[in-house]
């Protein structure tokens, strides 16, 4: 799933040791737009934390997954991101994606299908 929300709170990274190494997270609040914004808490793990890109009042794009689960009779649920993007930015941070150093330029067209500018009608 995919929200465009504006980030209204950083929360402070939280870190441990787990059966399979050392874990990050930073959850971050989000308000979405409309006539009845919803704030959501978002989690970001490990090296999807990006704190060039997370800036208070910032507009994002998340990719994110829901996930529920039960314990002891008790349901949580879980909101995690799996790509964080600036909205409306074409530089945004994305692993994935290196921008090109120069931009495309379409080649000019040979001389010989070049229109005569002495041919001009008017």
């Not at 909205?87 to 080649?107: C, K, L």
């Amino acid at each position: 799933m995919q929200l465009t929300a504006k980030l209204i709170q950083l929360l402070p990274i939280e870190s441990g040791m787990g059966k399979n190494g050392e874990w990050k997270k930073q959850a971050i609040i989000l308000e979405t737009e409309g006539m009845y914004p919803k704030k959501i808490c978002v989690h970001i793990w490990g090296d999807k934390i990006n704190p060039g890109l997370l800036q208070v009042g910032r507009n994002l794009i998340v990719d994110f997954d829901i996930e529920s689960r039960e314990f002891n009779g008790r349901w949580y649920t879980d909101v995690k991101a799996r790509k964080v993007e600036v909205a409306g930015d074409a530089s945004a941070y994305s692993p994935d994606y290196e921008m090109p150093e120069q931009p495309f330029q379409a080649p000019a067209p040979p001389a010989d299908l070049m229109p005569d500018n002495d041919d001009i009608p008017f």
